[in-house]
C-alpha cells in the first residue's frame, strides 16, 4: 500500500461520517442548534468542506470547487468568496443554512476533487514543502493529515448534533 492509498481511505471515511450526518434531514433540522450559541449541522458541514475545498486547492495550486463550479452563487451566503467559516461569530453561523442535496453535493464535489489529487501522490510526494510559514514548516502530508483530522472532528460534531435533533423529536 502507498501513502496515498492511505489517504484515499481517510478521506472515503470522511465522506461516510459527513453523509451519515446530513441524510434524511430537513433544512431546519440540519439548521438547528443545540444553544443559541452552538454550531449547526448545516454550518459544521459547510465549514469543514470549505476547509479541505481550501486546503486541498491550496497544496494543489489550483482553484476551490466553492468558486470554480458555482457552489457559492448556489449557497447564496453573504460571505466573501474566502470564507471558510474560521472565526465565525454565533451570527455568522446562523445564517448557513441548506437543504441536505446542497450541502452533499458541494461536499462529494470536493470530495471528488480531493480524490483525483490524491490519486497522483507518491510517497516522496508526502515531503514536500507546502507552507514555511510555521517551524517546522508544514509538508504536504501534514497538511492533509491536518484536514482529514479537521473533517473527522466536525463531522462527529455534526453526528453529534443530529443526534440531538433526532431525540428532542422524539420526546
Known amino acids: 500500500m ?3 492509498d492511505l489517504l484515499l481511505d481517510a478521506f472515503g471515511r470522511v465522506q461516510e461520517a459527513v453523509h451519515g450526518a446530513v441524510e434524511g434531514l430537513s433544512e431546519d433540522e440540519l439548521a438547528e442548534r443545540i444553544d443559541e450559541d452552538a454550531n449547526s449541522i448545516a454550518w459544521l458541514v459547510w465549514h469543514l468542506t470549505r ?4 486546503h486541498v486547492a491550496g497544496v494543489f495550486g489550483t482553484g476551490q470547487v466553492w468558486t470554480e463550479d ?3 452563487d448556489r449557497f447564496g451566503l453573504p460571505f466573501s468568496a474566502r470564507a471558510t467559516g474560521y472565526g465565525h461569530s454565533s451570527g455568522q453561523v446562523a ?3 441548506a437543504p441536505a442535496e446542497l450541502l452533499l ?3 462529494d464535489a470536493v470530495h471528488a476533487r480531493s480524490l483525483e489529487h ?3 501522490l507518491t510517497n516522496a510526494d508526502l515531503d514536500r514543502v507546502v507552507d514555511d510559514a510555521w517551524d517546522p514548516p508544514v509538508t504536504l502530508g ?5 484536514v482529514i483530522a479537521e473533517d473527522n472532528q466536525h463531522a462527529g460534531q455534526a453526528a453529534f448534533v443530529r443526534g440531538v435533533v433526532e431525540r428532542r423529536e422524539s420526546l
Open 2 to 4: 502507498k501513502s496515498a
Open 51 to 54: 476547509i479541505q475545498d481550501d
Open 70 to 72: 458555482g457552489w457559492k
Open 95 to 97: 445564517k448557513v443554512r
Open 105 to 107: 453535493g458541494y461536499y
Open 118 to 120: 490524491l490519486g497522483t
Open 142 to 146: 501534514v497538511r492533509l493529515v491536518s
